[in-house]
T-cell receptor
Framework: AQTVTQSQPEMSVQEAETVTLSCTYDTSESDYYLFWYKQPPSRQMILVIRQEAYKQQNATENRFSVNFQKAAKSFSLKISDSQLGDAAMYFCAYMRGGTSYGKLTFGQGTILTVHP | NAGVTQTPKFQVLKTGQSMTLQCAQDMNHNSMYWYRQDPGMGLRLIYYSASEGTTDKGEVPNGYNVSRLNKREFSLRLESAAPSQTSVYFC???????????FGDGTRLSIL
């Protein structure tokens, strides 16, 4: 079974600085997708960024970018120019391709605190 | 834009009671999902429906049943609630199975 591990239960960053959240995953598949979701105190789950495993180029979305290391099975999220609104729980998630499409496996989450 | 709507937002049950959590999406999505979120464990997939008329088990299906009533609605039923089912439940939908999932605001369910 696939597993997703987020080894940092909590992280903190100063406003306007950069922070990197770590994620590793375990799979024997070659066709899969990786995601980062943000969950603010409102409890809503918000998609931050998506990466297809077959793409070598790292995904970016405004201030959010990933470092996807397929051989190392690592998928870290970098948040640049951190803002107070970035404070939330961040979840890394894995989705196998093929017939198992749609089954997201989540990590345990990292709580990000942003200090003014 | 409503997106994914879950009802109720909060519920307290006694052990052994039954309950149906409702979920509806207005994005014409084909696939729908039910997750539970427990402290320190992230979200875990309970059941999913790849398309109207189909349902399949996820990671933690025991104690639950689902119904894909139509393309818009996907309900989750607890036939005999147990304290171990105390959790926050999320419904999600996606246009297709490999597309990003959009989540509802969750239902906080407590079972005494």
């Amino acid at each position: 079974a696939q597993t997703v591990t987020q080894s940092q239960p909590e992280m903190s960053v100063q406003e306007a600085e950069t922070v990197t959240l770590s994620c590793t995953y375990d799979t024997s598949e070659s066709d899969y997708y990786l995601f980062w979701y943000k969950q603010p105190p409102s409890r809503q789950m918000i998609l931050v960024i998506r990466q297809e495993a077959y793409k070598q180029q790292n995904a970016t979305e405004n201030r959010f970018s990933v470092n996807f290391q397929k051989a190392a099975k690592s998928f870290s999220l970098k948040i640049s120019d951190s803002q107070l609104g970035d404070a939330a729980m961040y979840f890394c998630a894995y989705m196998r391709g093929g017939t198992s499409y749609g089954k997201l496996t989540f990590g345990q989450g990292t709580i990000l605190t942003v200090h003014p | 834009n409503a997106g994914v709507t879950q009802t109720p937002k909060f519920q307290v049950l006694k052990t052994g009671q039954s309950m149906t959590l409702q979920c509806a999406q207005d994005m014409n999505h084909n696939s729908m999902y039910w997750y539970r979120q427990d402290p320190g464990m992230g979200l875990r997939l309970i059941y999913y429906s790849a398309s109207e008329g189909t349902t399949d088990k996820g990671e933690v299906p025991n104690g639950y049943n689902v119904s894909r009533l139509n393309k818009r609605e996907f309900s989750l039923r607890l036939e005999s609630a147990a304290p171990s089912q105390t959790s926050v439940y999320f419904c999600a939908s996606s246009w297709d199975r490999d597309q990003p999932q959009h989540f509802g605001d969750g239902t906080r369910l407590s079972i005494l």
